[in-house]
């Protein structure tokens, strides 16, 4: 009963998807001036302080999938909090991640792990840094792409961004609304791949931000999906980011 009538609320709240053109405006678009183009697709970020995300996910991680409720809290260029809860109703992970560091609770084993930021490139290239991470949750582009040597080109209607920086293919795709469709990050030395899937719009105080979201990694052996669908996206609202280790937790080194 508690599962339906969350559900249903989950249905209420979530706004109406905004409807994708057929083909992108290309008045604005002059292949002459690049420095331009750049600026036109980074006019469509969403513009936010803080930035609040709740929905449910499909938890993939080698092979052991788990369906959770998520919560998710931005506070630009400063930190990302995150909740998992099960199906139950009780949180089983937290996570807070600054620039610098990479802190989690997992309540089901009483763990508790310390680590730097680059903690997160056992998982993925090493070249992914706290901005691209939060650029990625927030549906925006990635700001070091978008300036030279990078190629940019408009064919049917769409915008592709792509380029090399030192062993990091990359290459971002944008829809008809002129917003990161996909991103695919590749690493073909060390054989990692990280990739982005975002769709259904919404319209959050005059920018859109993408509820549904796929993100696929892989590095070596290890392979992480996550599919996300936000039924509730606010932005620019008052959060707090708690975040307490009981002292029962053991510390992993």
């Known amino acids: 009963m508690l599962a339906i009538v969350c559900l249903t609320v989950a249905c209420k709240s979530k706004k109406a998807i905004v409807a994708t053109p057929k083909a992108a405006d290309s008045t604005a678009v002059n292949s002459n001036k ?5 600026a036109l697709l980074k006019s469509k970020d ?4 803080t930035l ?3 929905g449910k996910a499909n938890l993939d991680i080698n092979g052991n999938a788990n369906n959770v409720s998520i919560n998710i809290r931005i506070q630009k260029d400063q930190k990302i909090w995150a909740s998992i809860t099960a199906l139950a109703g009780l ?5 807070l991640i600054t620039p610098d560091s990479i802190l ?3 309540r089901l084993q009483s763990t508790y792990l310390q680590k730097p930021f680059t903690y997160i490139h056992g998982f993925t290239n090493k070249q992914i840094n706290f901005g691209m991470l939060q650029a990625v949750l927030s549906g925006n582009t990635i700001q ?4 030279e040597p990078s ?3 408009f064919d049917n209607g769409v915008w592709a961004l792509e380029g090399r920086k030192e062993t990091l293919a990359y290459k971002l795709l944008f829809n008809t609304l002129l917003k990161v469709a996909e991103t695919n990050l590749n690493d073909v030395r060390s054989g990692q791949a990280f990739k982005v899937v975002n769709s259904q719009y919404q319209d959050i105080n005059k920018s859109l931000y993408p509820s549904v979201m796929s993100i696929n990694s892989m590095s070596g052996t290890k392979k992480i999906n996550i599919d996300l669908n936000f039924s509730k996206v606010e932005s620019n609202v008052p959060l707090d980011f708690p975040f307490s280790v009981p002292k029962r937790f053991e510390v992993i080194k």
Not at 91 to 95: K, L, P, S
Request: no cysteine.
């Open 34 to 38: 690049k420095a331009e183009n750049f």
């Open 46 to 49: 969403m513009a936010y302080n």
């Open 52 to 54: 609040s995300l709740k």
């Open 91 to 95: 949180e089983v992970a937290r996570a």
């Open 104 to 106: 989690v609770i997992n």
């Open 144 to 147: 070091e792409y978008l300036a």
């Open 151 to 153: 190629e940019l080109k």
